[in-house]
C-alpha cells in the first residue's frame, strides 16, 4: 500500500514538473515570436579598439592615433525634475587623431583636464532619458566639435568610448 502512494505521489510530481516546463517553453516560444524589437537590440554596439583604429589605413583622413590618456569619468546628468537626482554615468573616453603629429600629441596630454571637463560639462546640462534620445553617435560628435574648439595645433578626429554605462 505505502509503495502504491509513493508512486501516485511521484507521478503527480513527474506531471507538475512536465507541466511547468511546457508552459516555460511555450511562454519562451510567444515572447520570442510576437515581440516588437530584436533580442539585444537595446544594448550598446562597442567602439572599435585602439589597436584597430590605429592599424588600419582611414580613406578620408589617412592613418590615425588613438589618445587613451583619459581617465574613467564617473558623472552625473541633469536632474529630470526638483525632487530627483540625475544618473550616473561611467564613461571612459578616447579620440583617434592623425599619426604623427607629436606637437598636437603633446597638446591633448596637457588639456587633458579640460577635456575631461568639457565631456562633464556636457553630459550635466543633459538628462539620461535626453542623451538617450539624442543617441551615442550624436552625442560623439558634439563632444568632438566641442573639444576641437579648444584644439590650437590640430583636431581630433573622432570620439569613442570604452565605456558608456548608466547606473541606475
Not at 25 to 53: H, L, M, W
Amino acid at each position: 500500500m505505502k509503495h502504491q502512494s509513493i508512486k501516485v505521489i511521484t507521478n503527480i510530481l513527474y506531471g507538475i514538473i512536465i507541466t511547468i516546463a511546457a508552459v516555460l517553453v511555450i511562454e519562451t516560444i510567444i515572447c520570442f515570436t510576437f515581440r516588437n524589437d530584436k533580442v539585444g537590440s537595446k544594448y550598446r554596439v562597442a567602439d572599435p579598439t585602439p589597436q584597430k583604429i590605429t592599424s588600419k589605413q582611414d580613406k578620408k583622413n589617412g592613418k590615425m592615433e588613438a589618445f587613451t590618456e583619459l581617465e574613467q569619468l564617473r558623472l552625473l546628468t541633469k536632474a529630470p525634475d526638483e525632487n530627483s537626482t540625475g544618473s550616473v554615468i561611467i564613461l571612459t573616453p578616447w579620440f583617434s587623431y592623425p599619426e604623427g603629429d607629436i606637437s598636437f600629441h603633446e597638446e591633448l596630454s596637457l588639456k587633458r583636464k579640460q577635456e575631461s571637463s568639457i565631456i562633464i560639462d556636457y553630459f550635466s546640462n543633459y538628462t539620461e532619458q535626453e542623451l538617450r534620445s539624442k543617441g551615442e553617435s550624436n552625442i560623439k560628435n558634439e563632444l568632438c566639435t566641442l573639444i576641437n574648439k579648444e584644439m590650437v595645433l590640430g583636431q581630433i578626429k573622432n570620439v569613442y568610448f570604452y565605456d558608456y554605462l548608466f547606473v541606475n
